[in-house]
């Protein structure tokens, strides 16, 4: 039997890498293996992923070291960084620079930089449409990773760029769900109007992944994105309102009342969803759904992932 290709992953024990990483452990057939970088070998996650067998190397993301024993004899590489860990897009791009080396270093064959927009390239800093951020950004925990790309690009390192989507399970662990209103209502708040956004389960990110790999070579210099969905703030709640059996109000603000919610990142985020209304074209372009699907073919709509998660979504 042909020895498998090995794939190593950042964040395998996070959204978008542990994704991938089942994708693959869980396909008898699959032509890969797969290598995990993790922080704590003992975590639940890295054990239940060890179990699988997937080989487990503990480490850290700003250890060169780490990251050589990582990708030592990998034909691929799945990396995606963290900006919520610290807030900070600077090391984000570091974090992209490093990686970029490491897999030109190692040889790598393919590799999969998650990676967002750079959304200066669409509003300038002298814009004031949208305040600038950390003084150089416009969405910090876009432009980090967008301005990450480069490094691979200027490394000749054969990489496929796989833009995300907004995470439904964000309205599950982030805090992004409905919210009971003074009058006990509740209300999905979101500063979109009436445009459409890209929406996908996490975990589906890892399985699209796992088709561009499968893809293979053809797949290398292109930007591909993903979404399971797109749709409304209204036609969410919506949804939502038939997934928990409680009428869920969208309730539509402005990107400014959003940044002014004062949660750790508002400003960010407010300023990410007046990317995701004012330049809905570009955004949703490239996040196509029916491309989604031809890399994973399980991709879920929003219905399907609300009939699995809904009542994990919490309503106070």
């Known amino acids: 039997m042909a020895q498998k290709k090995l794939i190593a992953i950042l964040g395998a024990t996070g959204a978008q890498g542990g994704g991938l990483a089942k994708a693959i452990l869980s396909d008898k057939n699959s032509e890969f293996s797969v290598r995990a970088l993790t922080r704590d070998a003992q975590s639940e996650k890295a054990k239940a992923l060890a ?39 600077e090391k984000e791009t570091a974090e992209a620079k490093r990686l970029a080396n490491a897999a ?3 040889g790598v064959q393919h590799v999969i930089w998650s990676t967002l927009e750079d959304t200066r390239n669409y509003v300038p800093l002298d814009d004031d449409s949208m305040p600038t951020l950390h003084g150089k950004y416009k969405v910090p925990h876009f432009d980090g990773k967008g301005e990450g790309d480069q490094f691979f690009i200027e490394a000749g390192v054969p990489t496929t760029f796989l833009r995300a989507s907004f995470y439904w399970d964000n309205f599950i662990y982030f805090g992004s769900g409905p919210k009971k209103g003074p009058d006990g209502k509740l209300y999905l708040t979101l500063p979109l109007d009436d445009k459409k956004m890209a929406g996908i389960a996490s975990e589906d990110i890892g399985k699209a992944a796992y088709g561009i790999f499968k893809a293979g070579k053809e797949m290398i ?25 409680q009428e869920v109000i969208f309730n539509n603000v402005t990107p400014k009342t959003y940044r002014g919610f004062g949660f750790p990142g508002a400003d960010d985020l407010g300023n990410m969803f007046q990317f995701y209304r004012d330049f809905d074209e570009v955004c949703n372009t490239v996040r196509d759904v029916n491309n989604s699907r031809k890399l994973n073919p399980e991709l879920q709509s929003f219905d399907q992932w609300l009939q699995a998660n809904a009542a994990k979504i919490p309503l106070d």
């Open 51 to 89: 179990a699988m067998g997937a080989e487990i190397i503990e480490g850290d993301i700003d250890s060169d070291e780490s990251l050589r024993k990582l990708l030592q004899g990998a034909y691929g590489a799945f990396f995606v960084t963290f900006f919520w860990a610290h807030f900070s897009a």
């Open 221 to 245: 210099g292109k930007t591909v994105g993903v979404a399971g969905e797109h749709l409304t703030g209204q036609e969410m709640a919506t949804a939502l309102s038939k997934a928990i059996g």
């Open 104 to 106: 030109k270093e190692a």
